[in-house]
């Protein structure tokens, strides 16, 4: 599979945005290599498929019912196996942002992600940004993004 940096982007995206959990696995299969690393900064690396599937599917059930979901900057650059690409997370119903990350991800040779490493350049305003990991990168409270109240 090659694609273009902003089609890598889009596709890498809509994945995270996916509410069809079929369409979903199926999505990790076809972007993330069999024995893919997905590394967050808050939490230990997960890998393969099923770790990386646990999380995105944990993302979506998270941000999804508070009405956000997730856009590409279409500003992806890549050489040499390396992909950087950015992402913004909106309210969906106005587009509005609320957060802004980017990844870097290095491919295999068959142009699947190998490697995933996910940034956060803005963290959220309107609400209190709470995953449910400590420091330690273990899941230890329901996550539970708290509204600021002004």
């Not at 809509?14 to 993330?32: I, K, M, Q, S």
């Not at 393969?48 to 279409?74: C, D, N, V």
């Amino acid at each position: 599979m090659t694609l273009t940096p902003n089609q890598l982007a889009d596709r890498f995206v809509a994945l995270w945005n996916e509410p069809d959990a079929e369409r979903r696995r199926l999505g990790v299969v076809e972007l993330y290599a069999p024995d893919a690393t997905y590394v967050f900064y808050r939490r230990d690396p997960v890998h393969g498929h099923e770790a990386i599937l646990s999380q995105i599917t944990y993302t979506k059930e998270l941000y999804g019912p508070m009405g956000y979901a997730f856009r590409s900057s279409h500003n992806a650059i890549g050489h040499h196996g390396v992909v950087r690409l950015n992402w913004v997370m909106v309210r969906a119903a106005t587009g509005e942002m609320e957060m802004a990350g980017q990844d870097v991800v290095v491919l295999d040779e068959d142009g699947r992600i190998r490697t995933d490493y996910q940034f956060h350049d803005r963290l959220p305003s309107s609400f209190a940004y709470n995953d449910g990991y400590e420091e330690h990168g273990r899941a230890t409270r329901p996550a539970r993004p708290t509204p600021v109240r002004p």
